[in-house]
C-alpha cells in the first residue's frame, strides 16, 4: 500500500499525455524566464539574497500604493525592507514571511508625479542589501 505522500505525489503529476508537446514546450520556455529559471528556494544560491520581486506601482486617489512580494533571504534573514521615493527614503516595513499570495504594500501619502522612482530595498540581518526599482 502507497504511503500518503506517494499518493499526493502521483496525484500532482501531469500524466504522460496531460500535455502536448508544443504546450509542454511553452511551460518550459515559460518557467526559465521566471527569476532567471531559478523559481524555488534550493535553486537560489546561499549567500544570494534576491530583491524583491512582482515590484508594482498603482495610484490611489491621492496616494501612491508600492507593492511586492518577498525577497530570497541568503545565509541571513531578512529583517525590512525601505521604500524610497526618488532618492529620499519615505518608509520602512518589517519582513514578515509571506505566507499568502498578498503583497506587502507601502502606501505613499505624499502626491508622486508621473516619472517618480520608486525603490524598495530588502535589508537582512547582516545589513546586507538587495533592491528593485520601478517608475511610476
Given at each position: 500500500?502507497?504511503?500518503?505522500?506517494?499518493?499526493?505525489?502521483?496525484a500532482?503529476?501531469?500524466?504522460?499525455d496531460?500535455?502536448?508537446?508544443?504546450?509542454r514546450?511553452?511551460?518550459?520556455r515559460?518557467?526559465?524566464?521566471?527569476?532567471?529559471?531559478?523559481?524555488?528556494?534550493f535553486?537560489?544560491?546561499?549567500?544570494?539574497?534576491?530583491?524583491?520581486?512582482?515590484?508594482?506601482?498603482?495610484?490611489l486617489?491621492?496616494?501612491?500604493?508600492?507593492?511586492?512580494d518577498?525577497?530570497?533571504?541568503?545565509s541571513?534573514p531578512?529583517?525590512?525592507?525601505?521604500?524610497?521615493?526618488?532618492?529620499?527614503?519615505?518608509?520602512?516595513?518589517?519582513?514578515?514571511?509571506?505566507?499568502?499570495?498578498?503583497?506587502f504594500?507601502?502606501?505613499?501619502?505624499?502626491?508622486a508625479e508621473?516619472?517618480s522612482?520608486?525603490?524598495?530595498?530588502?535589508?537582512?540581518?547582516?545589513?546586507?542589501?538587495?533592491?528593485?526599482?520601478?517608475?511610476?
Amino acid at each position: 500500500k502507497a504511503c500518503q505522500m506517494e499518493q499526493n505525489l502521483h496525484a500532482a503529476q501531469i500524466g504522460p499525455d496531460g500535455l502536448s508537446v508544443t504546450d509542454r514546450e511553452s511551460v518550459e520556455r515559460m518557467a526559465a524566464g521566471v527569476k532567471a529559471g531559478k523559481t524555488n528556494y534550493f535553486q537560489v544560491d546561499e549567500n544570494d539574497m534576491t530583491a524583491v520581486s512582482n515590484l508594482e506601482v498603482r495610484r490611489l486617489n491621492e496616494q501612491v500604493a508600492v507593492r511586492w512580494d518577498s525577497a530570497y533571504a541568503g545565509s541571513d534573514p531578512i529583517d525590512r525592507y525601505e521604500v524610497f521615493r526618488d532618492h529620499t527614503k519615505i518608509g520602512i516595513v518589517k519582513h514578515k514571511p509571506q505566507v499568502s499570495l498578498d503583497p506587502f504594500i507601502f502606501k505613499d501619502d505624499k502626491t508622486a508625479e508621473n516619472g517618480s522612482r520608486y525603490r524598495v530595498v530588502a535589508i537582512d540581518a547582516a545589513g546586507q542589501e538587495a533592491a528593485a526599482e520601478i517608475r511610476l
